[in-house]
């Protein structure tokens, strides 16, 4: 994959806002190439609006985002949908739509209304179909798959697409356990086989952690701190951006970062905050840190 | 992640403190603004009365209502065209506005409208059919058929809207109202285009006027509309429970059902008969609860009352225009209302989010 | 195994393109059999096999007068308007990705009327008058609708009710008018209003003519960019797709096709409306099934036009007034069905 173009986004100076409501004030962000950066923060603190904004879907107040050195703005949308390709939040589908004819719309940027369809159209839809695993379902209306499936569709009409970058909004909403992980892996796979750079915005910092190589934390439509997960995912910028206490221990599968919070019960008999969290024998806290980590999807931790 | 301040405000003694005097003070600036609404009522009131094709000074409209003189032309038609005219506009005013509200309310859906909602449809069906098969031709006929019209679409929009698991939601309730409405209208083109004396008589009722409604108009549907308002006056706590959608007012212990069968019932009452007193008259109840919500704020309990006393100013300062600005004939208050209410809708769609009611 | 996934892939499409192509070719000919129907009942009736053969130019005399003369141009009528008012809701419920959206009941349709019955009423004008005075109502009612729903782009959802709003407008104006009138004359003007094709003619048939050639590319272009602007505004802009401009044409085209269509033979009630949704159902095409949705269009129109002239014996009505009671109580069916499955707004 050597000779491949890799495309390179970044933003300078960003103000974004709706309406009269300005969320992202100042802000300057590198998208590293080839990697898997995760934005995260708490609620409304502009994730998606940066990411949105990012993807061309919003325009700046001032300030540029910058696609290959070039103000996105000033590149044809067409254009630009060769190279970067967007998963909503929430994307609709038309009722009825099959499978294949779906993932064959993510090849609108690639044709045009003279030259229609054509064999390399079908053999990229084919590729981004094998790829995420959807092949065998693709006669199948998409309202009758499950929400795993559902999503791994969308993510193989952004692959048909065929770009370098690819823009995620909280993929893993609404999916359980099983399939968070899924397509999670799914997307190292992809980042892998072909050095694609991926942006997503994730709730879950472990999971975060876990297969970001890059982080970055917003709060108040700002970026509190970026770079590598364990450089990022300390305990006092957690307390900063989510005003959380919480602790942080190596995540015993991956030893990435994983974040246990504190809260103010750590168990459902009567201890106190202060014991709980400043124990590191006590067989109630191992217990509590073994409860928190099932809930965030993590097989047993093994104690400090 | 609850934000840091909640737990500063889960105190109960804190968060209510400073409450209780802003409360106390909000009420009496509510009081003073409903009285100030029916000062303003009485007023437009008198205005009605004495605004027409013929002037009549307020003194004699005053002198009139307190000392009637039979001999005295001003007086006879005060009090035997002005003021059944002005109390149906009063009573399909109030009736309107409230009905709008209490539709809003119940459905959480800011395009509840009885307009919208195929009243109208359904009572112009009827009336049509009155006159086309059993020759009918006065308007208290007519009160009757446009009562019994209404209430029957409006039931079947609603059950129609209703259905389903997300309850009635604004875009399904005015495509049901709509779709019934056409249908409907289809009908009765069908019945007009066969009779003209039937479509002569029927495009004056169907633009919606006061003109010629006589006190045996008023006595007709005086009693419907008195019921009506008493009971719905009694909503406004209901409604605040609904409002919160139907899961969490089950949950504070509401006969959901039960209450919105209440309701609907009300509104037939106050809605049938408003229509049945003037024909259709679009947009007073669609835009006056917003105005009021616009005072009052969300609590139903303010609403209704606002509504109802803000609905029949605009209806007869629209009653009233149509009469000054066509002299000498006059500009049908239905005409007067759509013209003046939708472009304020318009506004109000581009302002806000309406879905979130 | 990616010749393997290929193959997949092709099958699934040309399985939805064979059955989108029997039912187009099966709708055709059932037009045109209607078609054919129309053309044989009357005051004096041809048999069917006449018909065709006087279409293809092998009829007697008489025959020729009766069918090319006397009974062609009202059917052609029909079915052009039909066809146009098919095309025209298909774009509108494809755009506003409401299967419940249509020119007749967001207002456009109102804005036409509202304007032909003042020309009607007020000026005295008849026939292309008329027609001129509506396309000016439709294409004015639904700038104005544009324009007041536009904030930061135009959200389908303000459309509607922006649309609902100046409908209203319009309708208490055509209401008033009607007041105003004559009775003879108010009742011309309410038989424009339920929409009619008696005594259409060649001038018709050619002005319809004209606009679908005209509007013809513009349309293979948008309903190419329509596929995508269904995915939502977002994944479109994803995609390449410049949302506004897209939507703006593609608006642009239905107001046409609503107001020539309504120009020709009034505002015939629920065509717009009604056709798309079966059109879809039949060929199972997510997408907008335009061609299904013309032919279905004017399918209904012909039909309705054939009830209404021949069903109530002497007595002859407006297609508008059939189509209106055949395409309501779909509307609601839909209406029920969809609240069912819980996706209705």
């Known amino acids: 994959m050597e000779n491949v173009v890799e495309h390179s986004l970044a933003a300078d100076g960003l103000a974004v806002g709706y309406d009269q409501r300005e969320i992202i004030h100042d802000l300057s962000v590198r998208i590293p190439t080839g990697k898997i950066t995760v934005i995260v923060g708490a609620n409304a603190c502009g994730k998606s609006t940066l990411l949105k904004t990012l993807a061309r879907l919003l325009k700046p107040s001032r300030g540029t985002v910058l696609l290959d050195g070039k103000s996105i703005q000033q590149i044809p949308t067409r254009e630009v ?11 609709t589908a038309p009722e009825g739509i099959t499978v294949a004819d779906l993932v064959g719309r993510g090849r609108y940027p690639r044709t045009r209304w003279i030259r229609q369809w054509s064999k390399s159209d079908d053999e990229a839809v084919a590729e981004a179909m094998t790829s995420t695993d959807v092949l065998s379902i693709a006669d199948r209306p998409i309202d009758e798959l499950s929400g795993g499936q559902r999503q791994r569709v969308w993510i193989a009409m952004a692959l048909a697409q065929e770009t370098d970058i690819l823009l995620l909004d909280e993929p893993t909403t609404f999916l359980d356990l099983t399939h968070q992980f899924e397509v999670l892996d799914l997307l190292v796979d992809l980042n892998k086989s072909d050095d694609r750079t991926i942006v997503l915005v994730l709730h879950d910092l472990n999971q975060a952690c876990r297969f970001g190589d890059h982080l970055i934390a917003m709060k108040d439509g700002d970026i509190v701190a970026e770079g590598n997960p364990s450089e990022v995912i300390t305990e006092d910028v957690v307390q900063d951006v989510f005003g959380l206490a919480v602790k942080v221990v190596p995540d015993p599968v991956a030893g990435t970062p994983m974040v246990v919070p504190i809260g103010r019960h750590t168990s459902r008999t009567d201890r106190t905050d202060t014991a709980a969290a400043g124990s590191s024998s006590g067989n109630l806290a191992a217990a509590a840190l073994a409860a928190s980590a099932a809930a965030n999807g993590v097989c047993r931790p093994t104690p400090e | ?62 002198d009139a209502l307190r000392h009637y003189n039979e001999s005295n032309t001003d007086h006879v038609i005060v009090r035997s ?26 459905t959480r859906n800011p395009l509840a409208d009885p307009g919208i909602l195929g009243v109208n449809g359904g009572a112009a069906l009827f009336v049509v059919g009155g006159i086309y098969w059993f020759g009918l031709s006065t308007l208290t006929a007519y009160v009757w058929l446009a009562f019994a019209g ?17 309850g009635a939601t604004p875009v399904k309730l005015a495509l049901a109202g709509a779709a019934l409405t056409a249908m409907l209208g289809s009908l009765t083109t069908a019945l007009l285009i066969g009779d003209v004396d039937t479509f002569d008589q029927f495009r004056f009722w169907s633009v919606g006027s006061f003109a010629g409604r006589g ?79 616009l005072v009052t704020g969300p609590d139903y309990r303010w609403i209704l009352p606002y509504s109802m006393l803000l609905a029949p100013i605009l209806l007869l300062g629209s009653d009233v225009i149509g009469r000054v600005v066509a002299l000498p004939g006059e500009l049908q208050v239905g005409v007067v209302t759509a013209i003046l209410g939708a472009p304020f809708f318009i506004i109000l769609v581009r302002r806000r989010k309406l879905a979130d009611l | 195994m990616t010749a393997e996934a290929v193959q997949v892939i092709a099958r699934a499409r040309a399985a939805r393109q064979t059955r989108s192509l029997v039912v187009t070719v099966v709708l055709a000919v059932v037009v045109f059999a209607t078609f054919c129907v129309s053309l044989s009942l009357g005051d004096f009736k041809i048999p069917v096999i ?45 755009v506003a990705r409401n299967p419940l ?86 009742q011309q003007a309410l038989i424009w209003l339920t929409g009619s094709l008696n005594g259409r003619d060649w001038s018709n048939v050619r ?30 802009y994803g995609l390449g797709l410049r949302v506004e401009v897209s939507r703006l044409g593609l608006i642009v085209i239905a107001v046409l096709l609503a107001a020539v269509a309504t120009a020709a033979a009034g505002p015939i009630g629920f065509v717009a409306f009604v056709a798309p949704p079966i059109a879809r159902r039949l060929t199972r095409s997510p997408g907008p099934a335009m061609i299904a949705s013309g032919l279905l269009g004017a399918l209904v129109v012909a039909l309705s036009d054939l009830v209404a002239q021949h069903a109530f014996g002497d007595m002859q009505l407006p297609v508008g007034v059939v189509t209106g009671v055949v395409g309501a109580p779909y509307l609601m069916f839909l209406l029920a069905r969809a609240n069912r499955v819980g996706s209705g707004g």
């Not at chain 2, 301040?5 to 909000?26: G, K």
């Not at chain 2, 209404?150 to 997300?166: I, K, M, T």
């Not at chain 3, 639904?142 to 459309?159: E, K, P, T």
Request: charged share 10%; hydrophobic share 55%.
């Open chain 2, 81 to 106: 065209l002005r003021v059944p005219r002005t109390l149906i506009g009063l009573m399909v005013g109030a009736a309107l506005g409230l009905s709008g509200a209490l539709m809003q309310g119940v």
């Open chain 2, 150 to 166: 209404a209430a029957a679409a409006s039931v079947a929009v609603y059950f129609l809207g209703s259905l389903g698991r997300e």
């Open chain 3, 101 to 186: 959206a249509s020119p007749d009941i967001i207002g456009v349709t109102y804005g036409a009327s509202a304007f032909a019955v003042f020309a009607i009423v007020t000026l005295s004008l008849t026939g292309v008058a008329v027609s001129a005075f509506a396309i000016a109502g439709a294409v004015l009612t639904a700038f104005l609708m544009y324009v007041l729903a536009w904030r930061h782009g135009v959200s389908s959802y303000r459309l509607i009710l922006i649309g609902i709003g100046i409908g209203a407008i319009a309708t208490s104006i055509t209401s008033y008018l009607l007041t105003k009138a004559r009775v003879e004359i108010a």
């Open chain 1, 81 to 91: 949908a060769t190279k970067l390709g967007l998963l909503p939040q929430s994307p």
């Open chain 2, 215 to 293: 006190s045996d108009v008023a006595a007709q549907v005086a009693p419907f509309i008195l019921v009506g308002v008493v009971l719905s006056l009694f909503c406004g706590r209901v409604l605040n429970a609904m409002s919160l959608g139907d899961d969490v007012a089950k949950s504070l212990g509401q006969r959901v059902g039960l209450a919105r069968l209440f309701v609907a019932v009300v509104v037939v009452l106050l809605c049938g008969a408003a229509t049945a007193a003037a024909g259709p008259i679009g947009f007073i109840g669609l835009t006056i609860p917003h105005v009021a919500r």
């Open chain 2, 1 to 62: 992640m609850p934000p840091p301040s909640a737990v500063a405000s889960a105190d109960p003694d804190l968060a209510a403190a400073p409450a209780r005097p802003q409360r106390r003070a909000r009420r009496t600036t509510l009081v003073l603004g409903l009285i100030g609404c029916l000062v303003l009522l009485i007023l437009v009131m008198l205005l009605s009365i004495a605004i027409g094709s013929k002037q009549i000074p307020l003194s004699t409209v005053i």
């Open chain 3, 50 to 94: 006449d018909v065709v053969k006087t279409l293809f130019g092998g009829g007697d005399h008489a025959t020729e007068f009766i069918v090319n003369t006397l009974r062609l141009p009202r059917a052609l009528t029909g079915l052009l308007v039909g066809t146009a008012l098919g095309l025209s809701g298909a774009i509108f419920q494809s």
């Open chain 3, 207 to 236: 002005s319809l003519a004209i606009t679908f050639v005209v509007l013809l590319p513009f349309m293979v272009f948008l309903v190419h960019q329509l596929r995508i602007l269904q995915l939502g505004d977002e994944t479109a």
